[in-house]
């Protein structure tokens, strides 16, 4: 992919400037959102699993719940 200096933003007129902003702030919030969701669902994950045995659901159920909830209030916190 090749590489884009200043000097080519700079040569964009103003409202393809603001859209080219737009974008990267995009990708950047949906990275974030990305490696959060990735952080924590890690982190249940490495406390939840290793503690199930046979005929435990509970801590997965508490692990999904867990993690659908930290995605919706990550999602709801972006839209903002």
Do not use: W, Y
């Amino acid at each position: 992919m090749p590489e884009i200096s200043k000097n080519d933003i700079s040569q964009l007129d103003e409202a393809s400037q603001v859209e080219l902003l737009k974008f990267v702030e995009s990708e950047n919030a949906k990275a974030k959102l990305q490696s959060s969701i990735h952080m924590f669902t890690d982190m249940c994950f490495k406390k939840c699993v290793p503690t199930i045995t046979m005929g435990s659901t509970n801590c997965v159920d508490r692990f999904l719940d867990t993690n659908i909830f930290v995605v919706n209030k990550i999602s709801k916190s972006m839209q903002k």
